[in-house]
T-cell receptor, first 110, second 112 residues
Framework: AQSVTQPDIHITVSEGASLELRCNYS??????LFWYVQSPGQGLQLLLK??????LVQGIKGFEAEFKRSQSSFNLRKPSVHWSDAAEYFC????????FGDGTTLTVKP | EAGVAQSPRYKIIEKRQSVAFWCNPI?????LYWYQQILGQGPKLLIQ????????DSQLPKDRFSAERLKGVDSTLKIQPAKLEDSAVYLC??????????FGEGSRLTVL
């Protein structure tokens, strides 16, 4: 069975500070992994994806994520957060069937 | 390319009534998904189709929910009879082989 865990339900950071959102997965092989963002009242937008190869992937809006097989993790990072990054972030595993994490709500303090 | 189309965008019904949602995926995408997103929660997969066949419907409440994908293109999700707890946004998504999900804008259901 496959699963995705986002340990942090809610994170608050100051504007300009760095950000890391955690994602742990359970799957027997290397899965396809994605990060999506959902702003209030908006649809789901793809930030970045990992299929294979380079374990550090770059996405839109200055986000990046690192795949670590040994830790079964795919954490999302951004060096400097902007107020517009406040949203819900979902880690998704797709290995034939898709599984969403429960999401992390990001609040940005001015 | 055109995105995933869903309708209606909003629907308000009373409990025990029925409702149907329609989804047209991106052309050429073999896989189609229906998710239920309750306020404050992440999307929950209800059913996943691969062309005409069902890949996963383990979380679909089959006593009241049904879905079909005729000819491997459009899909319809039906709820009959609706309960209060069915109030949610119903998201349709499609994907190519690589599994990247492309979402529609969603259909917001309110059950009174």
């Amino acid at each position: 069975a496959q699963s995705v865990t986002q340990p942090d339900i809610h994170i608050t950071v100051s504007e300009g500070a760095s950000l890391e959102l955690r994602c742990n997965y359970s799957y027997g092989a290397t899965p396809y992994l994605f990060w999506y963002v959902q702003s209030p009242g908006q649809g789901l937008q793809l930030l970045l994806k990992y299929f294979s190869g380079d374990t550090l992937v770059q996405g839109i809006k200055g986000f990046e994520a690192e795949f670590k097989r040994s830790q079964s993790s795919f954490n999302l990072r951004k060096p400097s957060v902007h107020w517009s990054d406040a949203a819900e972030y979902f880690c998704v595993l797709n290995a034939g069937k898709s599984t969403f994490g429960d999401g992390t709500t990001l609040t940005v303090k001015p | 390319e055109a995105g995933v189309a869903q309708s209606p965008r909003y629907k308000i019904i009373e409990k025990r009534q029925s409702v149907a949602f329609w989804c047209n995926p991106i052309s050429g995408h073999a896989t189609l998904y229906w998710y239920q997103q309750i306020l404050g929660q992440g999307p929950k997969l209800l059913i996943q189709f691969q062309n005409n066949g069902v890949v996963d419907d383990s979380q679909l409440p089959k006593d009241r929910f049904s879905a079909e994908r005729l000819k491997g293109v459009d899909s319809t999700l039906k709820i009959q009879p609706a309960k209060l707890e069915d109030s949610a946004v119903y998201l349709c998504a499609s994907s190519r082989v690589d599994g990247e999900l492309f979402f529609g804008e969603g259909s917001r259901l309110t059950v009174l």
